[in-house]
Nanobody, 126 residues
Framework: QVRLEESGGGLVQAGDSLSLSCSASGGPISTFTMGWFRQTPGKEREFVAGITWNGGWTDYADAVKGRFTISRDNTESMVYLQMNSLKPEDTAVYYC???????????????????WGQGTQVTVSS
């Protein structure tokens, strides 16, 4: 059973940068699509970024495009999210996700990912 664990969240000011990490244990992730979602109270979980098994293709939500970068290191079973130029509206709990089923494109629907971490809080003050 694969387990995902996020780290790197915290409190920053608008304009700052923050890097999130996701460590996978219990099995290899090298053939699976990985991604990040986020959620704020009272709202649905929303897609932030995704990356294919070999890192050859990435996708981002329009709200973070140009500011966030997703990457992965399959040898270390790690996925990263570099967040630059943070805004108060980026405040949320960020979740690392994994999809084992083969997908033609990077899924952006939460239910399309079978594995979720516990989440890490990111708070951006104005």
């Amino acid at each position: 059973q694969v387990r995902l664990e996020e780290s790197g969240g915290g409190l920053v000011q608008a304009g700052d940068s923050l890097s999130l990490s996701c460590s996978a244990s219990g099995g290899p992730i090298s053939t699976f699509t990985m991604g990040w979602f986020r959620q704020t109270p009272g709202k649905e979980r929303e897609f932030v970024a995704g990356i294919t098994w070999n890192g050859g293709w990435t996708d981002y939500a329009d709200a973070v495009k140009g500011r966030f970068t997703i990457s992965r290191d399959n040898t270390e079973s790690m996925v990263y999210l570099q967040m630059n130029s943070l805004k108060p509206e980026d405040t949320a709990v960020y979740y690392c996700v994994m999809r084992r089923q083969v997908a033609v494109t990077i899924p952006i629907i939460a239910n399309d990912y079978e594995y979720w971490g516990q989440g890490t809080q990111v708070t951006v003050s104005s």
